[in-house]
DNA sequence: CTCACTTTGAGACTGAGTCTCACTTTCATA
DNA sequence: TATGAAAGTGAGACTCAGTCTCAAAGTGAG
């Protein structure tokens, strides 16, 4: 966690007690969660932090790229930690809701073709696959 | 609106008056726009639609694939017209909300080698770059 | 007609996320 | 160590897009 202090202070970010609890659950989730399921966790463990500060906490590391906010069109945001990450994009299954992560260099530098061909500074992307996961085609 | 009406009917969806009133308007717009949008112009033009019906509405076009439905981070959707349309995916400007269009086959075709790869079926897909427009990259 | 089924509207409700504001913590400077 | 401005926090009120309820109205096959 040292790193990450050094990485937060050097984005003028304060690592507070608070925020410092949140991270430490919040990193170890492998996979992509939401808001409400962290603060549930953090209040089980009676970590002593609020809801507001959840919200507020995951807003700030998103903005300052630590974290990933994706919309599956849940209702509902999910996030996920990016630090020792390669950038993907991902495949999410309409009926399981199993989410696949992939990475294709093609289309990556087909968008920077289609953003240099409208002038456009692409600042982030959302690229996102929605249908039948491999588990469950077979049913069909 | 003859033809819309015999897809529909296709598709064992009623045109009814409110139905058929809605999709007048919605038609028309020839860009995204959200359903309070659309309900405040209908509401203005006493086309005796209610808000829960509009909300309905646009819920059974998209579901027939009539309306496509975007989310592009604004805390609400945005539809738009899918008749008569070609499949696109969107630019989005982080300044000013401008919203491109762009098609690019090279990218379609490597996401259906992305979703062969994990024997993932597709049923539908978003991609959106967000960024800085031609217009408001100019300031910076 | 008639009866079952569908659609509609007014307004209550939901739920993720934000805001307020009094209180606490942090930290630079004295 | 003292001090005060600035930043962070918590409880709970609030927002607001979207959904639900349920009584009333429309539709349509027989
Ligand atoms: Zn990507
Ligand atoms: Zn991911
Ligand atoms: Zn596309
Ligand atoms: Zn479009």
Same mark, same amino acid.
Request: with cysteine.
């Given at each position: 966690?040292? #790193?990450?202090? +050094?990485?937060?202070?050097?984005?003028?970010?304060?690592?507070? #007690?608070?925020?410092?609890?949140?991270?430490?659950? %919040?990193?170890?989730? $492998?996979?992509?969660?939401? +808001?409400?399921?962290? !603060?549930?966790?953090?209040?089980?463990?009676? %970590?002593?932090?609020? @809801?507001?500060?959840?919200? @507020?906490?995951?807003?700030?590391? %998103?903005? /300052?790229?630590?974290?990933?906010?994706?919309?599956?069109?849940?209702?509902? $945001?999910? !996030? #996920? *930690?990016?630090?020792? @990450?390669?950038?993907?994009d /991902?495949?999410?299954?309409?009926?399981?809701? @199993?989410?696949?992560?992939?990475?294709?260099?093609?289309?990556?530098?087909?968008? #920077?073709k289609? +953003?240099? /061909? !409208?002038?456009?500074?692409?600042?982030?992307? *959302?690229?996102?696959?929605?249908?039948?996961?491999?588990?469950c085609?077979?049913?069909?």
């Amino acid at each position: 966690m040292g #790193e990450l202090d +050094a990485v937060l202070k050097e984005k003028g970010v304060k690592l507070t #007690e608070q925020r410092r609890r949140l991270l430490e659950k %919040a990193l170890l989730q $492998h996979k992509h969660f939401s +808001a409400e399921e962290l !603060y549930e966790t953090l209040r089980q463990k009676r %970590a002593g932090i609020s @809801r507001a500060t959840v919200y @507020r906490t995951l807003k700030l590391l %998103a903005a /300052h790229d630590v974290l990933d906010v994706h919309d599956f069109d849940r209702g509902y $945001h999910l !996030y #996920e *930690s990016r630090l020792g @990450r390669h950038h993907h994009d /991902h495949l999410v299954c309409l009926k399981c809701g @199993r989410i696949t992560e992939f990475e294709n260099p093609d289309i990556e530098s087909e968008q #920077e073709k289609v +953003a240099r /061909h !409208y002038h456009f500074k692409i600042v982030s992307h *959302s690229h996102k696959i929605y249908g039948l996961c491999h588990r469950c085609r077979v049913g069909n």
